[in-house]
């Protein structure tokens, strides 16, 4: 049986052939994820429509060569956000783990991590995607026609019934509005 694996990484993008149950490696594509966007310094973002093609580009050649696999896994970047519209087309960049944005001072003179942690309790990190996803709704970033803010909506389509997305309410899915 082979399955085919996929790993969405910042600074690569991946993809295997595996011969199960011996764990046998077919074959490895590593190409680059060329698609980070220029800005501001504490900003880390990339453009998902690169993503998307350089992921469609491994795909498509493992697949030529193993067309029928009994299974594909993906993996991506933690604690990206991606905003999408109610079709799951993403109508903002991919704000990474590295983002920093939630250092800059708040209304409150802290923090917007700073703040997230005295109102939750626990300590939270820049890069966090709740972090990144306040910060970002604080300043008035997050896009109007955002619905949900995930990263792999463009990739599960309607596979992902959009309606329940239990590991992703903290963000607000259906809505935008921050903690």
């Known amino acids: ?28 594509i590593t190409l680059p994820n060329g698609s980070f966007l220029t800005g501001d310094r504490s900003e880390t973002r990339q453009d998902p429509e690169v993503i998307v093609r350089t992921l469609e580009e491994i795909t498509r050649s493992l697949l030529e060569q193993y067309p029928n696999p009994a299974g594909i896994g993906i993996t991506g970047q933690m604690h990206g956000v991606l905003y999408t519209d109610k079709e799951g087309r993403a109508v903002s960049p991919l ?29 939270v990190s820049t890069g966090y995607g709740l972090v990144t996803h306040a910060a970002l709704s604080e300043n008035g970033e997050v896009p109007e026609e955002a619905s949900c803010a995930l990263h792999d909506s463009r990739l599960c389509g309607d596979a992902v019934d959009r309606a329940e997305r239990p590991c992703h309410r903290g963000f607000q899915c259906g809505g935008t509005r921050a903690v």
């Open 1 to 28: 049986m082979i399955v085919i694996g996929l790993d969405i990484g910042t600074t690569s993008i991946c993809g295997v052939a595996l011969e199960l149950p011996a764990g046998r490696l077919l074959r490895a």
């Open 95 to 123: 704000y990474t783990w590295q983002d920093r944005r939630g250092l800059k001072l708040s209304a409150d003179g802290g923090t917007v991590a700073d703040r997230i942690a005295r109102q939750t309790g626990y300590p």
